[in-house]
Structures are given as C-alpha cells and as structure tokens.
C-alpha cells in the first residue's frame, strides 16, 4: 500500500462474500478514506502498517455491513403502541387502523426523533444501508430533510423517498411530488456524503393515473428510478384489475416505472406474465417475510422469480431492524409455503448477500457489501465462537443458525466506527431514547 492505512480491524474470522477468497483465518481490513485498502492477514497487514491503529475484534467474525433494502423509519415510534380501535382483521383495516393513523399526525420533530431510534436500530444490528420510504401527510415538506439530518449524524448510508399518494388528498399528493423532486435535486448537488434518493409512491391502489403520470414525468425530469409498494395484499390487484383492467405490475411498465434503477417492494401476489416483466426490465423486487407474515397478506414466491431472472432483495418493511432475523425468517417461510424442507437454501443469503448488495452499489456507485481493496469500508464485528468449524463452504448455514442482530459488537460505515462494544458512537444512545418516549408519548396522544 501506498500509504499508510488509517484503521486496521483485525484478528478474526473475516468473511469477504469474495469467491476467490471467502474465509480468511485470523484475518485483517485496512481501512484508508472510508475505503478497504486491503484485506488479508492480520500479521501481514500489520507488519505494512505499523502505525496504524488497531480495532481487535478478538476472534470474533469480520463481515461486510448489512443492507436493508426496504424499510419504514417513521414507523418506530409505533412499538408498544395500543390502538383504540377493534383489531384490523385484513390488511387494508391494518392501514387505516394503525399506520395512516400514525404517519398523518406526524410532525417534523417526529419525523427526526423516529428516523434517529430506527437508525439507531439499524446500527446495534449491523446494517450500514438502508432504503427507506416514508410518508408523514400532516407534515410533508421538509420530512425528507429532517430523515437526511439524522441519517447524516447516525453515518448510516440512506436513500430515502417520500411515497406519493391520492389518499390524503390532491394538495398532500402535489407536496409529496415536491418533496421528491426538491430532495433528489439537492443529492445531485450534494454528490457523494451517503445519501441518495428515489421517487417514491405508495401503491396503486391509492394512486390515481393522473397523479401516476405526474410523478412519472417529475421523476423522469430528476432522473431517478422508483420505490413503490407492488401487489402487497391481493386487495391491492384485486383494485388494479377492476379499476384499470390490468395487473399492477403490467400498470407500472405501461406508466415507465419499471427498470434497474428501481425498487418494487413485496410483489406477493404477481402472476408468471408480471413476474417476466419484472426480469425483463431488471426491477429490483424487495421480500419482507416478517411483515408479510405479521400483515397475513401470503408469501411471495421468491424462488421461482430468482429462477426466472428476477432480481430479489430483502427487507424488513419497518418490522425490526435485524437483516440477519429477516433472512432466517425469509428461509423458514419458503419451507413452509412449498412443503419442502430442502427449499430456501440458497436464495434468503443471496438475496441479502448478493442483490441487496448489487443494488446499494448501483444506487450509491461504490461496491458495497463485501469486503475488497477499493469497496466502501463498511464492516461488522459479530461475537461469535461456534460450536462447529466455519468453513468456506458452510458459511451460511452458520449465519443461518448462529447469528443475529444482538451478536453485533461493532459497526462501521465509510470508515467511521458508528458503534463499538455495543456502544453507540455516532448518536447520543441516552438523549436519543429520552426524546424518542417523549416523543412517542406525545404522538400517542395526539393520535
């Protein structure tokens, strides 16, 4: 190395998601300006860096950060919330019982202190990016801004949208089109400080075709792809069908949302014709197993589209913040929609793995999600001493069966050590809860 590295993680088990090296015994990341300037042997690395300092990770597992391609962080403050109401018994009760209840009365200061606890989570778990979607309709412009002031001070890599929507009415609908196209202009200022945006819409059923257009043509003019929910619930394409004719996924092609810039989250109830289309423009599609289970809306056949050439990534939808959880989750769900104990092997860690990480680095143009010279230097430390070998070739299944979220000891995105021996560095853990149950509370009554 030319110089000096400025950061060395070293003395554990690093797992690189590289082919050509995917286990390095007693391994070491040197880290230089946010970037991996190399990896290898502990010794090694720091016999060529001998002034650098030294994060021990003690034996423990040294992986790529975590992605979350789908997830709400307006939603946190819900946790323990009761609702007043009878119990929602579908989907669409699900909607207009808790969450449009809880994003209309959402202030700004609401907005922030929500997104700094789901960041928060997001760290203690190991995630480095996330794609967020948000919706807060009583307080619209600037909500953005406010998520980007927190996903900023946490170091969380974030690409954030606000999901457009005909339900709160044409003026709400004209802001959230604003917002989008306001925040995506500001990135292409900004360039690259770990931010990013789409254009984000809710879903069809809540989008009328004139307000499909506008946002079709701003997002055309700000140069971003989409970020939508797609046929969630069977409600949703029930509506499509009796309203437009047509399937939602056959809705968007029409529109032009379709294509490898943007992101169709859920896709549980697409036929084999919407399923093509989704391969065809290389759409990234999301699966958020725990939500879906939790919302009872089915479970997406997430193994016959990556066989169809279907990108698939995961998600969370807001339901936690542990990827490791929702992957364990997206195999079980797979085994039990197909009656096949051998089924979802292969497709829940390539799905977080390998297309989430394709997707981070094509909206962020830096590889992310693995740990190589020239990759952003995103990385965890998970304690873990297992009760079996770790080898090359079983490497998921020990993640699969080990791990989770609370294994997490450190996290570090660009370089910047956001939280280590479960310690947060980045955010101030005691103002953040104090103000985040002040604020809960506060919404909680207002709601």
């Known amino acids: 190395m030319a110089e000096p590295a400025q950061l060395l993680v070293g003395n554990g088990l690093v797992i690189t998601r590289e082919s050509s090296a995917p286990l390095i015994e007693n391994g070491c990341v040197a880290i230089r300006g946010g970037v991996i300037a190399a990896v290898g042997s502990t010794a ?74 789901g ?187 990556m066989a169809r050439g279907v990108r698939v990534g995961l998600g969370t939808d807001g339901y936690s913040a542990d990827m490791l959880e929702s992957m364990k989750v997206a195999n079980l769900l797979q085994k039990h929609r197909t009656g096949d104990p051998g089924a979802g092997w292969v497709e829940p860690p390539q799905m977080l793995f390998e297309n989430n990480a394709a997707m981070a680095s094509e909206c962020f143009g830096i590889s992310l999600g693995k740990l190589a010279a020239g990759a952003a230097a995103d990385l965890v430390i998970l304690d873990y001493q297992p009760p079996t070998p770790v080898l090359p070739t079983n490497i998921d299944g020990h993640l699969l069966f080990g791990l989770a979220g609370r294994a997490v000891n450190t996290t570090i995105a660009g370089g910047r050590i956001l939280m280590r021996g479960r310690e947060l560095l980045s955010i101030d853990a005691a103002e953040m809860a104090a103000n985040a149950r002040a604020t809960a509370q506060n919404l909680w009554r207002r709601i």
């Open 44 to 117: 090694e690395l720091r016999r060529l860096n001998p002034g650098s300092d030294f994060l021990d990770a003690r034996g423990g597992i040294i992986m790529p950060g975590l992605i979350n391609a789908h997830t709400h962080l307006y939603s946190t403050l819900a946790r323990g919330m009761a609702l007043d109401t009878p119990a929602p018994r579908n989907f669409v009760e699900i909607l207009e019982r808790l969450w449009w209840r809880l994003d209309k009365t959402l202030t700004l200061d609401d907005v922030y202190w929500s997104a700094m606890a």
């Open 119 to 305: 960041l928060a989570d997001s760290i203690r778990n190991g995630v480095t990016t996330i794609f967020d979607h948000h919706a807060s309709p009583g307080a619209v412009r600037g909500s953005l801004g406010r998520i980007a002031d927190a996903a900023l001070q946490s170091g969380v890599r974030s690409c954030l949208c606000y999901e457009v929507s005909d339900r709160d009415g044409e003026q709400v609908a004209a802001d959230g089109i604003a917002e989008n196209r306001e925040f995506l202009a500001g990135m292409a200022r900004a360039g690259g400080n770990g931010l990013r945006g789409l254009f984000g819409m809710h879903a069809s059923f809540t989008l009328s075709d004139r307000t499909l257009a506008r946002c079709c043509d701003a997002a055309v003019e700000s140069g971003a792809g989409f970020h939508v929910h797609t046929a969630e619930a069977a409600s949703d394409t029930e509506d499509c069908l009796k309203r437009y004719n047509k399937r939602i996924v056959e809705r968007w092609r029409d529109a032009g949302v379709l294509g490898k810039s943007s992101i169709a989250a859920h896709c549980v109830h697409v036929d084999e014709a919407e399923t093509e289309l989704l391969a065809e423009s290389g759409t990234f599609v999301v699966h958020n197993p725990e939500s879906n289970m939790s919302n009872a809306v089915g479970s997406a056949w997430v193994i016959e589209m």
